[in-house]
């Protein structure tokens, strides 16, 4: 059997294994292991240790529990709580406030965890239930949340770009810088959606509510300057150049850590919560990592990424037309796979082929991240969308579902711009990097 038939029966075994609930990192460690084993079965141990000790082992890498850290101190300080007040007294006015304020605080809130489900899961439950206390719809209201968490894997720093990174072996800090328009484009988009909504059925938001009193409102920004602060200093100090963007992890998680401890939030209980927390979210990580790598090195081993290239340029296609197949091919198996899956099992199989035909690597990775974000909320499995089933158990998947349509095309509204114009995403990195 030749590598590229061991190729595509190594991926059917790793879509079964997936199929089945068996986790992302260790089902492409048994692949992976399985087909080094059936190409070279001297390399196996060689391959296993040294892939697992070199993620473990990877300064970068450390970007990824340091701000999980960060994101989990805020939530327990109440920063997140404040962030939502703060954008709920200067958009009160608007009809629909408080599902715009859910979206804005979503994005301040992923400039801090780097994780879509923790910014589901946390703005979940501080404004959904203040929605549905003023009668929001219900697919609105939880369409809001599930919709808004997807921004915490494209709004640096993104745990999603941190991974995309790590498997191309891009610059994690031009990544990062990539994110920032297209995470602000993204969350303008978003509000938009939600005007739009509220303009064709006003039934689904309340009217408007009386002005917030100007005082009121410096004292609800106020209270939000802690996190406002942290995001400052660690997007600011990476774009200044005055440190990495591992550095600013450390910088973010020990400004959370003294927000924590000035807002008395920290005790022995809080602490136990926090470490669990950044623990479990981190080995699950470098458990993805490490199966990532391990694949990758048994795809190298097959040759099949060759035979694509191969295969592309006796096509003739295009760099754009590459590109939009797998943008395309993302989107379709965001409605069934898991994004980090998608991630680790697609890309090492495509780089070759887009740096082949001069696809922009840090630009293709943003696109890739907005394709995940899509997948996070479409259906069957959508796994923003059955967080916030968690805090709204009574309210209907069918429903929630309904709720993300306009959020999902506002996406592929925001794909299309980039594809337009890709100094979106190329501007900010090439300005500082060069």
């Not at 003294?258 to 458990?287: E, K, M, P, Q």
Request: net charge neutral; glycine share 10%; hydrophobic share 60%.
């Amino acid at each position: 059997m030749d590598g590229s038939s061991i190729a595509l029966l190594g991926f059917l075994a790793l879509l079964v294994l997936l199929v089945i609930r068996v986790p992302v990192g260790l089902a492409m460690l048994i692949v992976g292991v399985a087909g080094i084993a059936a190409i070279r079965p001297g390399a196996v141990v060689p391959v296993l240790a040294g892939e697992v000790f070199a993620v473990a082992s990877r300064y970068s890498l450390t970007i990824l529990p340091l701000f999980m850290l960060m994101g989990n101190l805020a939530v327990i300080s109440g920063m997140s709580q404040d962030l939502y007040r703060a954008a709920h007294s200067w958009l009160g006015r608007v009809r629909g406030s408080l599902a715009s304020a859910s979206i804005v605080a979503c994005a301040g809130f992923s400039a801090l965890s780097g994780s879509s489900l923790a910014a589901a899961l946390t703005m979940g439950r501080v404004s959904l239930p203040e929605m549905r206390r003023y009668k929001y719809d219900d697919s609105l209201a939880t369409g809001v949340i599930a919709a808004g968490g997807t921004l915490g894997i494209l709004i640096p720093p993104s745990a999603g770009l941190v991974i995309y990174g790590i498997i191309t072996e891009e610059s994690i800090g031009r990544l990062f810088m990539a994110g920032v328009f297209p995470g602000i484009l993204l969350t303008l988009l978003f509000v938009l959606a939600v005007w739009i909504v509220v303009r064709r059925d006003p039934d689904k938001a309340p009217h408007a509510t009386a002005p917030v009193p100007w005082r009121d409102r410096l004292r609800a920004t106020g209270r939000a300057t802690w996190i406002l602060g942290i995001v400052v200093v660690t997007i600011g100090g990476i774009y200044a150049g005055i440190f990495s963007a591992v550095e600013a992890a450390a910088v973010g998680a020990l400004l959370a850590l003294v927000a924590a401890f000035a807002r008395r939030a920290v005790d022995r209980n809080a602490v136990t919560d926090v470490v669990s927390a950044t623990l479990r979210a981190t080995g699950t990580a470098f458990l993805v990592l490490s199966g990532a790598f391990v694949f990758k090195v048994f795809l190298g081993f097959t040759g099949i990424a060759f035979v694509a290239s191969e295969w592309v340029s006796e096509q003739g296609f295009s760099g754009a037309q590459v590109v939009l197949l797998v943008l395309a091919m993302f989107i379709v198996l965001g409605t069934f796979l898991d994004g980090f899956a998608m991630l680790v099992l697609t890309v090492p199989l495509v780089q070759p082929i887009l740096e082949s035909l001069g696809v922009d690597m840090i630009w293709f990775g943003v696109m890739i991240v907005i394709t995940l974000e899509m997948g996070l909320i479409s259906p069957p499995v959508g796994l923003n969308i059955f967080v916030v089933k968690g805090v709204a158990p009574d309210v209907p998947v069918q429903t929630m579902f309904r709720g993300i349509v306009p959020f999902w095309f506002a996406m592929l509204a925001t794909l299309i711009l980039i594809a337009l114009l890709p100094g979106l995403a190329t501007l900010l990195p090439n300005a500082m990097f060069g």
